[in-house]
């Protein structure tokens, strides 16, 4: 695979001519103890003065982390000054329960919805719709958009959506997505640049003229990201098992590791014209500052950052 990058004298430090003008979000996952509770929000302190566009909050498979979902939306958009984007999915829910779910968050102040199909909960089977309840993402998108003037960013599956029977007709979905109303896309993580690139050229002849932000996931644990990439589709590089080999109980050196992996990936996306970047940060900020710090991004000044 040829270089991204153009040739530099060998005495240049990397990432030294980026000049920061990216724009970032960042995933957070609900937390299930007053423990995780508290790393949460300490994430969410370590990262607001990037001056984030939006922070979203993951929901649970079958709508198992709701209201923990609700509950830490609602508290980063109203106490962080941060805007807060909310997941919500169409498993094992009703089109009434699933409205009724997105005036509230209309009604305190959530402007923006992460609108996903969803996956069914583990061991159920395959994804099937609620009887009565909105069959994919589509009709979701289109369903928000009849409740209020929802901001609402979609999955998007550059190396397509389990699913999906082929990688056109994964792509016609995203573009139903769009034509329903979503503002972006957000992509599932991958580790291969052109692999995006290949995606957004892509989406951009079959139509689809929206905002396509990569999703970055530093690797925790290779054993973690095998699982997940098990699930979702994405293609794990040959050399990635070997560079965290010996690792396991080594994780200062395995952060070390996972951040200038990520930190590679995202230069290249950059050098391929790449300007917003969304962060998967697994509720441990420390990897995703450093790689935005690495992509030139620093603090806002306090009156900066978003409100």
Partial sequence: MTTLFAPQPASAPPFAALPGDIEVSF?????????????LRQSVDTLAPLGPRFVSVTYGAGGTTRERTHDEVVRINNECGIP??????????TREEVDDVARRYW?????????????PPPG??????????YANAAELVAGLKRIADFEISVGAYPETHPDSADSQADLDNLKRKFDAGATRAITQFFFDPECFFAFRDKAAAAG????????IMPV??????QRMSGLCGTAIPD??????????EKPSARQLVSASIAADLSARLYAGGVRQ????????????YAICHMLGLRPKATGDVQG
Avoid at 124 to 133: D, E, I, L, N, Q
Avoid at 278 to 286: G, I, S, V
């Fill in 107 to 119: 009604g305190e102040g959530i402007r923006h919805i992460v609108a996903l199909r969803g996956d």
């Fill in 220 to 225: 925790l644990s290779f054993a973690a990201v």
């Fill in 27 to 39: 995933e957070f996952f609900p937390p299930k103890t007053e423990a995780m509770a508290a790393v």
């Fill in 208 to 215: 689809i003229s929206g905002e396509i932000v990569p999703g």
């Fill in 239 to 248: 050399w990635m098992e070997g560079l965290f080999a010996g690792l396991d």
């Fill in 277 to 288: 970047f969304h962060f998967y940060t697994l509720n441990r900020a420390e990897l995703s």
């Fill in 84 to 93: 807060a984007a909310a997941h919500l999915t169409c498993v094992d829910a």
């Fill in 124 to 133: 159920s089977g395959a994804y099937a719709a609620h009887p009565g309840g």
